[in-house]
């Protein structure tokens, strides 16, 4: 696809379970973020991958949270034991080049932990 | 303005005037500065950035202004218009391969 697709839209998951959040990045794409955002709140920053330099993790809330991104495209939000404060929308977004200010974001995995 | 639960702070703008959105930021280390959109439902959009070492750049109906000694940065749109109407977010960029961090935002709510 052209851009930043996120899968699943939407993940409904009872309180306790693990949910893996996916994101596809723009090919060719260097730089790759995951935000949360709560509902009509701002934009939470959760860990960054830049390249083949280790990721900035400074972001993740708790042990719970790891991404991982695999051949340097497409990556993966883990939440493990997930608690009812966990329910946001995920949002992965990519840049071209190592510090773009442009980045082009997917739509979000909405997350409602019940 | 900051964000104070779920009430973002809102802009209500009229058809054809101009509107200005304002951010402060803390970072005096940043390099960038840049203006995101974002529609209901969907994820932010690149507006328009700046350097730090600029006070101001025009885009296509957007102006951006940086005050670096009061550490302000505001967005300026020109005859704005029903489709302006989402979120504005301010974000800061450090040095190469920094992150890009969001500062909070402000509901645009255009009225015909």
């Known amino acids: 696809g052209a851009g930043v697709s996120q899968s699943p839209s939407n993940k409904v998951t009872e309180k306790g379970k693990d949910v893996e959040l996916r994101c596809d990045p723009i090919?060719?794409?260097?730089?790759l973020y995951w935000y949360r955002q709560s509902l009509g709140q701002g934009l939470e920053f959760l860990i960054y991958f830049q390249g083949n330099s280790a990721p900035d993790k400074s972001g993740l809330p708790s042990d719970r949270f790891s991404a991982e991104r695999t051949g340097g495209s497409v990556s993966t939000l883990t939440i493990q034991r997930t608690q009812q404060e966990d329910s946001a929308v995920y949002l992965c977004?990519?840049?071209?080049?190592?510090?773009?200010?442009?980045?082009?974001f997917g739509q979000g995995t909405r997350l409602t932990v019940v | 303005g900051e964000n104070v639960g779920l009430h973002l702070p809102t802009l209500s703008v009229q058809e054809g005037d101009n509107s200005i959105i304002n951010c402060a930021y803390s970072n005096s280390a940043s390099d960038y500065f840049i203006w995101y959109k974002q529609e209901s439902g969907k994820g932010p959009q690149f507006i328009i950035d700046i350097r730090s070492n600029m006070d101001k750049r025009q885009g296509q109906r957007v102006t951006v202004l940086l005050n670096k000694t009061v550490k302000h940065l505001s967005l300026q749109i020109a005859a704005t218009q029903p489709g302006d109407s989402a979120v504005y977010f301010c974000a800061e960029k450090g040095a190469a391969g920094n992150k890009l961090t969001f500062g909070g935002g402000t509901r645009v709510l255009v009225k015909p």
């Open positions: 977004a990519s840049s071209l080049v190592k510090g773009g200010t442009e980045a082009f």
């Open positions: 090919s060719g794409h260097t730089a």
